[in-house]
Protein backbone atom coordinates (compact mmCIF):
# COMPACT_ATOMS: atom_id res chain seq x y z
CA UNK A 1 0.00 0.00 0.00
CA UNK A 2 1.48 3.15 -0.66
CA UNK A 3 0.97 4.67 2.78
CA UNK A 4 3.14 1.95 4.23
CA UNK A 5 5.78 2.86 1.48
CA UNK A 6 5.84 6.16 2.29
CA UNK A 7 6.47 5.26 5.75
CA UNK A 8 8.90 2.48 5.54
CA UNK A 9 10.98 3.99 2.51
CA UNK A 10 11.84 7.60 3.92
CA UNK A 11 15.27 9.69 3.73
CA UNK A 12 15.29 13.16 5.17
CA UNK A 13 17.36 15.43 4.83
CA UNK A 14 18.25 19.07 5.93
CA UNK A 15 20.02 22.06 4.75
CA UNK A 16 20.64 24.88 7.24
CA UNK A 17 20.66 28.24 5.39
CA UNK A 18 21.07 30.71 7.65
CA UNK A 19 18.51 30.28 10.17
CA UNK A 20 15.75 28.47 7.97
CA UNK A 21 16.23 24.52 6.93
CA UNK A 22 15.43 23.49 3.39
CA UNK A 23 13.80 19.99 4.55
CA UNK A 24 14.02 17.03 1.53
CA UNK A 25 11.36 13.80 1.42
CA UNK A 26 11.90 10.63 -0.57
CA UNK A 27 9.78 7.97 -1.14
CA UNK A 28 9.16 4.94 -3.28
CA UNK A 29 5.21 5.39 -3.31
CA UNK A 30 4.43 2.47 -5.60
CA UNK A 31 1.82 4.86 -6.99
CA UNK A 32 0.61 8.18 -7.15
CA UNK A 33 -2.41 7.37 -4.92
CA UNK A 34 -5.12 9.08 -3.20
CA UNK A 35 -3.71 8.21 0.23
CA UNK A 36 -0.13 9.75 -1.15
CA UNK A 37 -2.42 12.87 -2.21
CA UNK A 38 -3.94 12.90 1.82
CA UNK A 39 -0.14 12.93 2.93
CA UNK A 40 1.02 15.85 0.27
CA UNK A 41 -1.70 17.94 1.61
CA UNK A 42 -1.05 17.14 5.48
CA UNK A 43 2.94 17.63 4.71
CA UNK A 44 1.80 21.14 2.85
CA UNK A 45 -0.48 22.56 6.13
CA UNK A 46 2.28 20.96 8.21
CA UNK A 47 5.16 23.05 6.38
CA UNK A 48 7.65 20.57 7.35
CA UNK A 49 8.90 19.65 3.61
CA UNK A 50 9.65 21.92 1.09
CA UNK A 51 10.77 19.26 -1.55
CA UNK A 52 9.54 16.11 -2.16
CA UNK A 53 11.00 13.27 -3.80
CA UNK A 54 8.64 10.34 -5.28
CA UNK A 55 10.01 7.57 -6.86
CA UNK A 56 7.51 5.17 -8.76
CA UNK A 57 4.39 7.60 -9.49
CA UNK A 58 3.35 5.98 -12.50
CA UNK A 59 1.97 8.51 -13.86
CA UNK A 60 1.84 9.01 -17.93
CA UNK A 61 0.31 10.60 -20.54
CA UNK A 62 0.10 14.82 -20.72
CA UNK A 63 -3.78 14.81 -19.36
CA UNK A 64 -3.70 13.02 -16.79
CA UNK A 65 -0.27 14.68 -15.48
CA UNK A 66 -1.92 18.28 -16.13
CA UNK A 67 -4.56 17.16 -14.31
CA UNK A 68 -2.23 15.99 -11.25
CA UNK A 69 0.12 19.31 -11.52
CA UNK A 70 -3.33 21.19 -11.04
CA UNK A 71 -4.57 19.64 -7.91
CA UNK A 72 -0.71 20.01 -6.54
CA UNK A 73 -1.18 23.32 -7.29
CA UNK A 74 -4.29 23.50 -5.32
CA UNK A 75 -2.30 21.82 -2.27
CA UNK A 76 0.47 24.45 -2.69
CA UNK A 77 2.89 22.49 -4.57
CA UNK A 78 4.56 22.44 -8.23
CA UNK A 79 5.86 19.29 -9.72
CA UNK A 80 8.10 18.65 -12.57
CA UNK A 81 7.96 14.98 -13.43
CA UNK A 82 9.08 12.08 -15.84
CA UNK A 83 6.39 10.06 -17.25
CA UNK A 84 5.83 6.28 -16.33
CA UNK A 85 6.76 4.10 -18.92
CA UNK A 86 3.96 2.08 -20.97
CA UNK A 87 4.64 -1.74 -20.90
CA UNK A 88 2.03 -4.49 -21.96
CA UNK A 89 0.58 -5.00 -18.22
CA UNK A 90 0.59 -1.16 -17.34
CA UNK A 91 2.86 1.41 -16.70
CA UNK A 92 6.20 1.35 -14.96
CA UNK A 93 8.99 3.88 -13.06
CA UNK A 94 8.29 7.31 -13.17
CA UNK A 95 9.21 10.05 -10.52
CA UNK A 96 8.08 13.51 -9.60
CA UNK A 97 9.90 16.48 -7.68
CA UNK A 98 7.52 18.79 -6.18
CA UNK A 99 8.91 21.83 -4.62
CA UNK A 100 6.57 24.25 -2.55
CA UNK A 101 5.22 26.78 -4.32
CA UNK A 102 6.90 29.92 -3.06
CA UNK A 103 9.89 27.88 -3.87
CA UNK A 104 12.10 29.01 -7.15
CA UNK A 105 11.89 25.49 -9.65
CA UNK A 106 12.93 25.07 -12.83
CA UNK A 107 13.37 22.18 -15.51
CA UNK A 108 16.22 21.46 -18.11
CA UNK A 109 13.37 19.03 -19.71
CA UNK A 110 9.97 20.65 -20.61
CA UNK A 111 7.34 20.17 -17.78
CA UNK A 112 4.29 18.02 -19.35
Known amino acids: MAVQAVQVAWTRMGRHLGDQA ?3 YFANVTSFSFKVKQWLYAAAQQGF ?3 VCLAE ?3 RGAKEIAK ?5 GA ?3 QMAIEP ?3 KNTGTTGGVAILARSHLAMSSKVPLL
Open 22 to 24: TML
Open 49 to 51: FQI
Open 57 to 59: AHK
Open 68 to 72: LRKQL
Open 75 to 77: LGW
Open 84 to 86: AIV
